[in-house]
């Protein structure tokens, strides 16, 4: 995993880093807390975001825990310190990409 945002950078990707930079989490619960913050807007499947996080904690990004909670064991994720970084190069590159969308929404000026 690179640590440069590809031309469009992944929005799950930024979603879960975003979260876990929060605090740590399990896959199903990150799938709730995205559905919820986006008011359903975006909701997840466990077939999106698991592989994901495992891609993401292959790549360096994450490191995982398992837990044992009410005799149920679960794979708990946080962020490192090579996650952070790609935390805030892909909100900068989103900041920036979400600024160049609204500027032809709003009708900016063409090239002649």
Known sequence: M???PSRFPSVPELLVL??????EM???EIVQ???LRTAQVLEPGEGLI???LRGLEIGGALK???KEINGR???YYSLTGKGK???DALAAHWSKLNGAVETVMTGGSYAV
């Open 85 to 87: 970084k790609r935390l």
């Open 64 to 66: 995982s825990r398992s």
């Open 2 to 4: 690179a640590t440069e």
């Open 33 to 35: 807390a995205i559905a």
């Open 18 to 23: 975003k979260l876990l930079s929060e605090r």
């Open 26 to 28: 399990y896959g199903y």
């Open 50 to 52: 698991y592989p994901l």
């Open 73 to 75: 064991s679960r794979v």
